[in-house]
Nanobody, 123 residues
Framework: QVQLVESGGGLVQAGGSLRLSCAAS????????MGWFRQAPGKERERVSG????????YYTESVKGRFTISRDNAKNTVYLQMNSLKPEDTAVYYC????????????????WGPGTQVTVSS
């Protein structure tokens, strides 16, 4: 089992940047694929990005391609989401998620979730 805690959210103006971090507990982080999801008020949760267990493959939803970058540091048990050129429509609670998987592909469903961090982009 893995426990996840997100950090790095906040208030930023449109066009600005934020870097989210997700720290994972446990000694088997490198066996987990990781993902970032977001949920805006009144909307369904949306998969934003994902990364395979070894960082070899990544996924981005179309609306963030070219603006967001996911990465991981297995030595630090941490996954990051660098968010640039932020837009008001990126405003949401962002959740980190994990799935035990050593597949090269990036999964679209996850088993473990963090409590979330709020990202607010003002216009």
């Amino acid at each position: 089992q893995v426990q996840l805690v997100e950090s790095g959210g906040g208030l930023v103006q449109a066009g600005g940047s934020l870097r989210l971090s997700c720290a994972a507990s446990g000694r088997t982080f490198n066996f987990y694929a990781m993902g970032w999801f977001r949920q805006a008020p009144g909307k369904e949760r949306e998969r934003v990005s994902g990364i395979s267990f070894n960082g070899g493959n990544t996924y981005y939803t179309e609306s963030v391609k070219g603006r967001f970058t996911i990465s991981r540091d297995n030595a630090k048990n941490t996954v990051y989401l660098q968010m640039n050129s932020l837009k008001p429509e990126d405003t949401a609670v962002y959740y980190c998620a994990a799935r035990l998987s050593v597949s090269r592909s990036v999964p679209d469903d996850y088993d473990y979730w963090g409590p979330g961090t709020q990202v607010t982009v003002s216009s």
